[in-house]
Structure formats: structure tokens, C-alpha cells
């Protein structure tokens, strides 16, 4: 439970740090505390502005200079849905559009029952699944269909449930967009 000297506390130190802080509701779920940004030390090898995802330990990685990184909790893709290599980030969206891929509503179509059968698209805004920002994952120049993207589901960072998508807080992917550019290396364990 965040009491006020703490969520103050913590406010104060992510922008500080330059991130910003969720937005608190009386009864909004609370992202457990080694999910929430911080700066660690990684390997001086991995080069400055690349992103590395560790999906079984629900942590993405941006490095910010050698030797260090901001880590963000995430939540990922299903036992055999994940995204495994290497991707660039080749497009990025504010407020995207979503549709999911044919195979998602072929696995679930009573979950994507608007889906079936038509073209519609879903438009961005606080109900789309992708949340406040999308990164899209491209290998060797084509749309991968994997994103790294916000969520509407808090309760999923730091757990293995989305269709192959890697899933931050808004707050979270709001300051890595900002932070990253269209060309930024994924590497996803």
C-alpha cells in the first residue's frame, strides 16, 4: 500500500531521474515496487540508446550510457507467443490505432467477437489496448506485428499473458518514447 510520504517520495525521485510518476487513484491498482523505473548498472559492452527485454524476468532495458540503464517492468508474451531476437524500432505512435492480427481472433474469437469478420479498427485512446504510445518492431524491414506499447491492464507488468506484445504502464512507455528514436535496437532474450 503507497501511503502519501511515500507516493510523494516516489514522485519526487522519478522526476528527479526524469520519468514521471502514475497517476494515483483511490482504488487503482498498485504496480508492485520492483516493477517501477529505476536506474541499475548492466554490462559496459551494450551500447548506449539500445533496448534489451529479459521477458523472464518481466524487465526492459534502455541504456543510457555505458554501464548503466533505466529498467522498466513489463509484462509479456504468452508461453509461445513471445518475440525472441532482434527488431528496430522503425515507426512511433502516439494514441495508435489497433486491430489484432488475424491469428490472435483465430485463437480467441469470442475475446475479438468486433473483429470478426470486418475491417474495423479500433482507435486510439484511454480504452485501446495499446495504450498511450506504440513502438513498432521491425526485422530486416518488415512489420513484425510485435510492439513495445502501453496497457490497459496494470495488472499484467511483471507477468507472462499478452499475445506476444511487450507492455509497459502509460507513464513508463510516455518517457521511454520520448526518450528513444525510430532506428533505437531491440534486443528481446
Known amino acids: 500500500m503507497m501511503n502519501r510520504r511515500r507516493f510523494l517520495g516516489t514522485a ?8 514521471a510518476a502514475p497517476a494515483v ?3 487503482a491498482y498498485q504496480v508492485p515496487e520492483q516493477f517501477m523505473p529505476r536506474f541499475v ?4 559492452t551494450i551500447a548506449p540508446g539500445q533496448i534489451l ?4 524476468q ?11 540503464a533505466i529498467r522498466y517492468g513489463v509484462g509479456v508474451g504468452k508461453a509461445g507467443l513471445e518475440f525472441k531476437g532482434t527488431a528496430v524500432i522503425q515507426v512511433k505512435k502516439e494514441w495508435p490505432t489497433w486491430r489484432p492480427t488475424d491469428e490472435m481472433i483465430e485463437r480467441d474469437p469470442r475475446a475479438y467477437a468486433k473483429f470478426v469478420d470486418n ?18 518492431l521491425f526485422k530486416n ?12 491492464e496494470p495488472q499484467s507488468i511483471g507477468r507472462s499473458v499478452s499475445n506476444g506484445c511487450i507492455r509497459m504502464l502509460n507513464s513508463h512507455v510516455q518517457d521511454l518514447y520520448q526518450r528513444v528514436p525510430v532506428g533505437t535496437q531491440v534486443v528481446v532474450f
Open 141 to 152: 524491414g518488415r512489420d513484425t506485428y510485435f510492439r513495445i506499447h502501453g496497457t490497459t
Open 53 to 56: 527485454v529479459v521477458p523472464q
Open 119 to 136: 475491417d474495423y479498427v479500433q482507435p486510439g485512446g484511454p480504452g485501446n489496448p495499446l495504450g498511450s504510445r506504440a513502438l513498432y
Open 25 to 27: 487513484h483511490a482504488q
Open 58 to 68: 518481466h524487465y526492459l532495458y534502455f541504456t543510457t550510457v555505458p554501464g548503466q
Open 12 to 19: 519526487a525521485a522519478l522526476g528527479a531521474a526524469g520519468l
Open 41 to 44: 548498472q548492466i554490462k559496459n
